[in-house]
């Protein structure tokens, strides 16, 4: 469901978009955009990226068209709607926040959102999405490049309602059915997930004291009827601050069904 909110301003703006005057459709999906900007963090939602970048889209959406004449918009606002949100997906990934991740980190514990296979799928999966909204933008672009004439509205050109229409909305399908496989993934690789911890240690601690402590520590963070196994302690603990003689040492751990 977070997700579905999260394209709300775009789907806006392409459900209106021919439907009403292009100003109104802008600034309902601006509207839409500084709403879902405003109240996400007073209900801890997840999805900054999309909304900062759908606020940014449309506010640049609105201003372009009061300045533009109708036969600029008709050829020309719907790549540059499908361009606003691969550019927000791809900058999110490429500073390290991905709007998959946003969102799938929702309602999910530390230890599973901490995961190097959380990361990567939900980076993998967000990676998918920038092809696919790559790939709307330059289907949507195809018909202004190549028509002088060409119009969202019309129907009748094959090569226009195709591009403008058919293609960018059947990859948003096929990006669709491939965020259901993350929950299905996440799942199938639940018993091979590594988890990270932390846990304290006196500084003089030997070896086999520290490899105590840490199972003892995440025997304590698993569920009821799981137990952990394969535990690992770093090579290098961090001294606490103000107690030297303690250091805080990462660990990694397997989960499983208790036996």
Same mark, same amino acid.
């Given at each position: 469901?977070?997700?579905?909110?999260? +394209? =709300?301003?775009?789907?806006?703006? /392409?459900?209106?978009?021919?439907?009403?005057?292009?100003?109104?459709?802008?600034?309902?999906?601006? #509207?839409?955009?500084?709403?879902? #900007? #405003? &109240?996400?963090?007073? !209900?801890?939602? $997840?999805?900054?990226?999309?909304?900062?970048?759908?606020?940014?889209?449309?506010?640049?959406?609105?201003?372009?068209?009061?300045?533009?004449?109708?036969?600029?918009?008709?050829? /020309?606002?719907?790549?540059?709607?499908?361009?606003?949100i691969f550019l927000t997906a791809l900058v999110g990934v490429l500073t390290k926040h991905p709007f998959v991740r946003e969102f799938a980190a929702a309602g999910q514990p530390r230890e599973i959102v901490d995961t190097?296979?959380?990361? @990567?799928?939900?980076?993998?999966?967000?990676?998918? /999405?920038?092809?696919?909204? =790559?790939?709307?933008?330059?289907?949507?672009?195809? $018909?202004?490049?190549?028509?002088?004439?060409?119009?969202?509205?019309? *129907?009748?050109?094959? #090569?226009?309602?195709?591009?403008?229409?058919?293609? $960018? +909305?059947?990859?948003?399908? =096929?990006?669709?059915?491939?965020? !259901?496989? &993350?929950?299905?993934?996440?799942?199938?690789?639940?018993?091979?997930?590594?988890? %990270? *911890?932390?846990?304290?240690?006196?500084?003089?601690?030997?070896?086999?004291?520290?490899?105590?402590?840490?199972?003892?520590?995440?025997? !304590?963070?698993?569920?009821?009827?799981?137990?952990?196994?394969?535990? @690992?302690?770093?090579? %290098?603990?961090? $001294?606490?601050?103000?107690?030297?003689?303690?250091?805080? /040492?990462?660990?990694?751990? %397997?989960?499983?069904?208790?036996?």
């Open positions: 469901m977070g997700i579905v909110l999260g +394209f =709300a301003p775009w789907v806006v703006y /392409w459900i209106l978009m021919g439907n009403v005057p292009f100003l109104l459709a802008a600034v309902a999906a601006l #509207l839409v955009a500084v709403a879902a #900007l #405003l &109240l996400g963090p007073a !209900r801890h939602a $997840p999805g900054r990226t999309l909304d900062i970048g759908a606020a940014a889209t449309f506010a640049v959406l609105t201003v372009l068209t009061l300045l533009v004449g109708d036969s600029f918009a008709e050829r /020309w606002l719907a790549p540059l709607s499908f361009a606003g190097d296979l959380f990361e @990567q799928i939900t980076v993998r999966l967000t990676w998918i /999405w920038v092809g696919v909204f =790559a790939a709307m933008a330059v289907s949507a672009a195809i $018909p202004p490049l190549v028509r002088s004439d060409a119009s969202i509205l019309d *129907t009748e050109t094959p #090569l226009t309602f195709v591009c403008y229409w058919l293609i $960018p +909305f059947l990859l948003v399908a =096929a990006g669709a059915m491939a965020s !259901r496989v &993350l929950p299905d993934r996440m799942m199938a690789g639940a018993g091979d997930i590594t988890r %990270k *911890t932390t846990f304290v240690a006196y500084s003089e601690a030997a070896i086999d004291e520290l490899y105590y402590l840490a199972q003892e520590h995440v025997n !304590r963070e698993v569920g009821a009827g799981q137990e952990a196994y394969s535990v @690992q302690v770093g090579g %290098k603990g961090t $001294p606490l601050v103000g107690d030297e003689s303690r250091q805080s /040492w990462p660990a990694t751990y %397997k989960v499983r069904e208790r036996r």
